[in-house]
C-alpha cells in the first residue's frame, strides 16, 4: 500500500511527464515546425492585393488613339463564402445535396427547400456523407433567417430542436420559431428581392446569370476549392457603391476595380482590317486555353513583375529576415494569381506583336486583414508600372478613306482585293486593308479580313507587286533573274529543289495563266513570283524592296536605286541645299544669331554694332534664298552631271 509520500512521487512524476509532454510538443511547435506556423500566421493577418496596370494605348502616326484602357469595375464570386453564407447559397447547396428536381428561378429553389420534410434530411438512401451535409446546409439555411439580435442561448435552443426534429413529418421552415417566421419572412423576401434585382442589373449589362452559375457550383464535390468566377466583366459606378454600402448582405461578391480595351476613332467604326491588324487583348483563360500563357509562362512574368518593384523592401527590425521572405514568398504568389486570372495578354495584331511593351507591371497592396479578409491597415504599397504607348505608321484618316472604298468594292466570286499604300521615302506602310477571298457560292473562304492570312500570306501579296518591277528592271539592265521565256506553268506547287525537298504551294492551279506576270499578278499566283525570286536570289529580292522603301537606302546601293527622284514634289537634293541655306540666314539673324555673337566676341564689339553693319546683306541672302528656290536647276545642275 502506497502512503502519502509515494502518491505525492507518483502524481509528482505524472505531472513531470505530462510537463515533458508538453515542453516536447512546444519545442516541436516552436523550432521544427516553426516555418509551416510564421506562414499561416501571416498569411491570416497578411494580404498582398493585386492592382492592375494600365496597358500601354496604341496610337497611328499622327497620335489619334486607335485604341486605350478604359478604368472601371468588375463583379466576381466567391463561390465557397457565399454558398455557406447567403441564405440563397445556401439553398442551392442543399437543393443540389438532396438530389431535388431542377429549378431555374431563386423563389422556386428556396420553396423546394424549405418545404423539405426532417426524415428526408435523415434519409440513409442519401448515404451517410451527403446526410451530414444536408443536415449542416438545412441548420444554417435556418440560422440565416433568425434575427441577428437573437441570443445565443435561444439559437443554440433552435439547434436542439432542429436535431430533435429529423426524422419527424415537419418541413423545414417550421424549425423557425413561430415568433419568428413572420421576420424570417419578411428577411427572406427582401434577401430574394434584392437578388433578382441584381440579376436583371447583370442581365442589363451582358453577364453571367448568377442562378445558372450557382447551379453548377453547388453540384461540385469540393466546393471550398473552386476559384473565383466573374459574373460581369463591366458594372455601373451606382451598382458597386450599393454592393459595397450592404457588403454584409451579399458575402461572396466582390467588387474588383478592372480595365477594358476601348477602341478609338469615334464615328469610324467597323474598319475591319484595322481592328484585325490592331488585334486582342484577352484575359488569362488556364491550361486548356492553347493560345495563353502557361503556368510556367505566368510564373516566369511573376518574378520578373516581383524584380521590377524596386521599392519592395519587406525587412524590418521587429519582424525578422524570416518574416521578409515569407512576406516575399507570398507576394510572388500574389503575381502569379495574378497573372493566371486577372492579367490580360495580346494574342493577336499588334497587342501580341508588341505585347512586352503594351502590358506593364501591376502594382502590390501589402495590407493587414481580420477574420473576414477586410483590409484593416495598409503596410505598404509598391507603385504599378504602366504600359508603354506603341505608335504605328498606319494613318486614321487614310485607313478610314481605304476602307469605306473597300467596303463599297464588290468582291468577284473566285477573287480578293487588298491595298497598301507606303510612304515612298520610309517605306512606313500607311494604310493596309482587303477582303477576303471568296468561293463559288459567294461565301469568304474565312471571316477576318484581308490582313489575317495564316503565315506570311498578307506580306508576300503586299510585295509582289515590287518583285515583278524588280523582275523587269533587272532584265533591262542584264542583273541575275527569270527571263519572261522561262516561267514554267503553275501546277498549284513548286518544287523549291531536291536538295531542300520543299515544296510551296499556290491556293489555285492556275495552268498556263500563271506563265504570264499580269495574270499573275491580278489571280495572285504563288507559282510566278516562287520563280521570279528564284531567279532574282537574295540580292534581287532585297533591290526589290530598296525601290520601293521597303528597306532603307544602303551607302553602297549605287545612284538612281530609288525609283521615287522627287518626294512630295520637291528633289530631296534640293530641299536640303533650301534648309541650309535657312538654317544659315537663321544663325545670323537675332534673337539667336549665334554667328553674329561669335563674330561680336572676336571683334570685341557690342552685338549691336554687328547687327547694324549686317542688315545690308540680309536683303541679298533672302534674293539668294528666293532664287534657290524657285529656281531648281541652279541647285541641281550638278548633282544631276555626277549622277549620270
Known amino acids: 500500500m502506497i502512503g502519502a509520500r509515494g502518491r505525492i512521487v507518483v502524481v509528482a512524476g505524472v505531472l513531470l511527464v505530462a510537463l515533458g509532454v508538453v515542453l516536447v510538443h512546444l519545442a516541436n511547435l516552436m523550432l521544427v515546425q516553426h516555418e509551416t506556423w510564421l506562414e499561416r500566421s501571416c498569411r491570416n493577418r497578411w494580404a498582398f492585393r493585386d492592382v492592375p496596370p494600365r496597358r500601354g494605348a496604341i496610337l497611328d502616326r499622327t497620335g489619334v488613339v486607335l485604341v486605350q484602357d478604359d478604368p472601371g469595375w468588375s463583379l466576381w464570386l466567391d463561390p465557397a463564402r457565399f454558398l455557406q453564407a447567403h441564405p440563397l447559397g445556401l439553398a442551392c447547396s442543399l437543393h443540389a445535396a438532396l438530389g431535388l428536381e431542377p429549378a431555374t428561378e431563386p423563389e422556386a429553389v428556396m420553396h423546394a427547400v424549405l418545404s423539405t420534410r426532417m426524415d428526408v434530411l435523415d434519409d440513409p438512401a442519401l448515404g451517410a456523407e451527403r446526410r451530414k451535409l444536408a443536415r449542416d446546409l438545412a441548420l444554417a439555411l435556418v440560422r440565416s433567417l433568425l434575427p441577428r439580435t437573437l441570443s445565443i442561448a435561444e439559437r443554440t435552443k433552435i439547434a436542439s430542436a432542429f436535431r430533435a426534429a429529423l426524422g419527424s413529418g415537419r418541413i423545414l421552415l417550421e424549425m423557425v420559431p413561430e415568433g419568428h417566421r413572420a421576420e424570417a419572412s419578411k428577411l427572406l423576401t427582401t434577401r430574394l428581392a434584392g437578388f433578382r434585382s441584381l440579376r436583371e442589373k447583370l442581365r442589363a449589362v451582358g453577364a453571367n446569370d448568377p442562378v445558372n452559375l450557382l447551379a453548377e457550383l453547388a453540384r461540385k464535390e469540393k466546393k471550398l476549392q473552386v476559384p473565383q468566377r466573374r459574373l460581369a466583366k463591366r458594372i455601373p459606378y451606382e451598382l458597386v457603391v450599393d454592393l459595397t454600402l450592404e457588403r454584409e448582405l451579399w458575402p461572396g461578391l466582390v467588387c474588383l476595380p478592372s480595365v477594358e480595351r476601348k477602341r478609338g476613332l469615334p464615328g469610324r467604326e467597323g474598319l475591319l482590317s484595322l481592328e484585325t491588324l490592331i488585334g486582342r487583348a484577352r484575359l488569362y483563360q488556364g491550361p486548356d486555353d492553347e493560345e495563353a500563357p502557361g503556368a510556367d509562362e505566368a510564373e516566369v512574368s511573376a518574378g520578373q513583375a516581383l524584380a521590377n518593384l524596386t521599392d519592395l523592401d519587406l525587412a524590418s527590425d521587429d519582424e525578422g529576415e524570416a518574416v ?113 477571298l471568296k468561293d463559288a457560292e459567294g ?152 554667328l553674329a555673337f561669335i563674330a561680336a566676341m572676336v571683334a570685341k564689339v557690342p552685338p549691336s554694332a554687328v547687327f547694324r553693319a549686317l542688315w545690308p546683306y540680309f536683303a541679298a541672302l533672302i534674293a539668294a534664298l528666293l532664287v534657290i528656290t524657285f529656281v531648281p536647276a541652279l541647285s541641281l545642275w550638278l548633282p544631276h552631271v555626277l549622277r549620270h
Open 443 to 594: 461565301r469568304p473562304w474565312w471571316t477576318t479580313p484581308a490582313v489575317a492570312w495564316k503565315g506570311p500570306g498578307d506580306l508576300g501579296s503586299v510585295a509582289k507587286p515590287f518583285v515583278l518591277i524588280e523582275n523587269y528592271e533587272s532584265e533591262r539592265l542584264g542583273l541575275p533573274c527569270r527571263k519572261a521565256g522561262e516561267f514554267g506553268p503553275c501546277k498549284g506547287t513548286y518544287d523549291v529543289g531536291p536538295s531542300s525537298g520543299r515544296k510551296l504551294k499556290c491556293d489555285l492551279d492556275h495552268g498556263a495563266l500563271g506563265q504570264d506576270p499580269i495574270e499573275a499578278l491580278s489571280r495572285s499566283c504563288n507559282s510566278w513570283f516562287f520563280q521570279s525570286g528564284a531567279g532574282l536570289g537574295a540580292e534581287g529580292l532585297k533591290r526589290a524592296f530598296v525601290r520601293a522603301g521597303l528597306l532603307p537606302l544602303l551607302p553602297d546601293s549605287g545612284p538612281g536605286l530609288r525609283f521615287q527622284s522627287e518626294i512630295a514634289g520637291i528633289d530631296p537634293v534640293h530641299f536640303g541645299i533650301i534648309m541650309v541655306f535657312n538654317l544659315f540666314i537663321g544663325a545670323l539673324t537675332p534673337p539667336i544669331g549665334n
Open 324 to 436: 521578409a521572405d515569407l512576406a516575399s514568398r507570398q507576394a510572388h504568389i500574389a503575381l502569379i494569381a495574378y497573372y493566371k486570372r486577372t492579367a490580360r495578354f495580346g494574342n493577336s495584331g499588334v497587342e501580341k506583336l508588341c505585347n512586352a511593351e503594351l502590358e506593364g507591371t501591376p502594382g502590390l497592396r501589402w495590407t493587414e486583414q481580420n477574420s473576414r479578409a477586410d483590409e484593416r491597415r495598409l503596410f505598404a504599397s509598391f507603385d504599378v508600372l504602366p504600359g508603354r504607348d506603341v505608335k504605328l505608321t498606319i494613318d486614321a484618316r487614310i485607313q478610314s478613306a481605304l476602307e469605306s472604298t473597300l467596303d463599297r468594292f464588290e468582291v468577284p466570286q473566285g477573287g480578293e482585293c487588298g491595298f497598301t499604300l507606303i510612304d515612298a521615302d520610309s517605306g512606313d506602310i500607311l494604310a493596309l486593308g482587303g477582303r477576303p
